[in-house]
């Protein structure tokens, strides 16, 4: 995906519900201005803030800037997850959890698979809190998930991730999005990696890589994708 054109089709989408940044009321080329000025702001100060020694302090002070600049603070704190700095990432990734940015979820619902599969551990680590905690929040994002698991054009292993996004997120469509992955995964290369997403779903792993609590009922009634 290329962030940075999700970045301005992300400005260009918020210019007709976001008000302008301080007290100017601006035509639509003044907001996409002022959009990508914060964008680069937020950016800054998460590379600045990254280089500190990080601590609950730096995380609560970098989110309250974030939140600021609505969703062009979220836009960034996003695309901040795929950062070169491992740092970065990092700081990222604990703006993300902090409820001040939850509401943008809905938002970013086509990086949810790179998050859940992200080449940094940590990252990747982080991806099943983050929907966990934003359970409630994040009840509106179920359409756009179940729309992109029925799109043609999703990749299948996306399709894994995806119906394990609203297996996180909505407990009560685990079986659902188990049904989902053993129906509908049958590719070579992808099987194992349904097998594992199936056997959390199942308890017999951790749980989605998150123990709930209490701990969800196994379900014993599933398919197993065959190659």
């Not at 940044?21 to 002022?34: D, H, K, M, R």
Request: aromatic letters at 6%; a negative charge; proline letters at 7%.
């Amino acid at each position: 995906m290329d962030r940075r054109a999700f970045v301005a089709k992300s400005i260009a989408a918020s210019c007709a519900t976001l008000a302008p940044l301080g007290s100017l009321v601006a035509s639509e080329p003044n907001v996409i201005s002022q959009g990508e000025v914060a964008f680069d702001h937020a950016e800054e100060l998460l590379r600045s803030n990254a280089k500190l020694p990080r601590c609950r302090q730096l995380i609560k002070e970098t989110e309250q800037e974030i939140s600021a600049l609505g969703d062009w603070g979220a836009t960034a704190c996003f695309c901040g997850i795929w950062n070169e700095d491992p740092s970065v990432r990092i700081l990222s990734i604990n703006c993300c959890l902090t409820k001040a940015v939850h509401v943008h979820l809905v938002q970013y619902v086509d990086l949810l698979p790179d998050i859940l599969d992200h080449d940094d551990l940590s990252i990747r680590r982080c991806g099943p809190n983050l929907l966990w905690k934003m359970e409630s929040k994040a009840h509106s994002a179920i359409p756009k998930l179940k729309q992109k698991l029925s799109d043609p054009e999703t990749d299948p292993f996306d399709r894994i991730l995806l119906a394990k996004a609203i297996a996180i997120i909505q407990p009560s469509l685990r079986k659902y999005a188990a049904d989902y992955v053993a129906r509908t995964v049958h590719d070579p290369e992808n099987v194992e990696f349904a097998k594992i997403v199936l056997a959390e779903l199942r308890c017999e792993r951790p749980y989605l890589g998150l123990w709930t609590n209490p701990v969800p009922e196994p379900i014993s009634d599933l398919a197993v994708p065959s190659a």
